[in-house]
C-alpha cells in the first residue's frame, strides 16, 4: 500500500483548515477575466505563474492538498471569462485524500470536471495535463490514469500535455534533481514543466524570462 494512503485520514484532517482558508480568499476576491487560470494542487499553488509568465495576465488557482472533487466545487470563484485554463490535477485522489484512490472512479470525476469547465468556458483555450510521477509505487497507476486523461481531454475539445517522460527518473518515481520530497517541484522541476508548457501558451505572446 502506498504509504500516504495509510495516513490520508489524518492527512485531510490537518490540510482542511488551510485549504479551506485559501478557498475563502478565492470567493472574496473580485473576478478576474481575460487571465490564464492555473487550476490544480500544491504543485500549482507553488508555481509563480506571473514571474514565468511575465508578460502573460495569469491567475494562480492552485490549493495544496487539492483533489478534483475539490477543484470541481470551487469553479464558480476560479474560472471567470479566462484567456485559457490550465489544469493539474489527479496526484492527491491516487494518494487517498479524495473520495476514491481508484482510478476509474477519479476519470470518471476528471470527466465531470472538464465538462464543468466547458459550461462555464466553452470556448476558452484549456491545457490539461497528465499526473506528474511521483513515487514508484503509484507508477502504474498514475500512467493509467494518464492514459485516461489523455482521452478525456480529447472529448472535451482540450489539449492533452503529457509530463511524464520529462520528470521520471530511471526508478520510475520522480526524477530526484527536480523535486525535494519526492512530490513537490523544485526550481528545476518548474523549469522543466514551463519549457514543455511555454509552447502551448505561445499563442498568447508569452516569452521566455
Known amino acids: 500500500m502506498n504509504v500516504t494512503r495509510q495516513f490520508a485520514p489524518v492527512l485531510r484532517r490537518l490540510m482542511a483548515r488551510p485549504m479551506a482558508m485559501r478557498r475563502s480568499q478565492f470567493a472574496e476576491l473580485p473576478k478576474a477575466p481575460d487571465r490564464v487560470v492555473f ?3 500544491s504543485i500549482t499553488e507553488g508555481g509563480l505563474w506571473d514571474e514565468w509568465f511575465a508578460d502573460l ?9 487539492d483533489t478534483v472533487g475539490g477543484v470541481l ?3 464558480d470563484s476560479s474560472v471567470h471569462a479566462p484567456r485559457a485554463v490550465s ?10 485524500l479524495g473520495r476514491s484512490h481508484r482510478v476509474d ?3 470518471r470525476q476528471i470527466d465531470t470536471l472538464l465538462s464543468s469547465i ?31 486523461i489523455e482521452q478525456l481531454a480529447a472529448q472535451h475539445s482540450a489539449e492533452f500535455i503529457d509530463l511524464w517522460p520529462a520528470l521520471v527518473g530511471p526508478d520510475r518515481a520522480l526524477r530526484k534533481d527536480l523535486t525535494g520530497d519526492g512530490v513537490h517541484l ?11 508548457l511555454r509552447p502551448h501558451l505561445a499563442p498568447f505572446g508569452t516569452s521566455a524570462p
Open 186 to 196: 523544485n526550481g528545476a522541476g518548474y523549469r522543466t514543466w514551463i519549457d514543455i
Open 57 to 65: 495576465p495569469t491567475l494562480n488557482r492552485g490549493i495544496g492538498g
Open 87 to 96: 489544469l493539474l490535477i489527479g496526484t492527491n485522489d491516487l494518494a487517498g
Open 39 to 41: 487550476l490544480g494542487d
Open 105 to 107: 472512479d477519479i476519470a
Open 118 to 148: 466547458r459550461v462555464i468556458a466553452p470556448d476558452a483555450p484549456l491545457l490539461v495535463h497528465g499526473v506528474m510521477p511521483r513515487s514508484k509505487s503509484l507508477a502504474d497507476e498514475i500512467q493509467q490514469l494518464n492514459v485516461r
Open 73 to 75: 466545487e470551487r469553479l
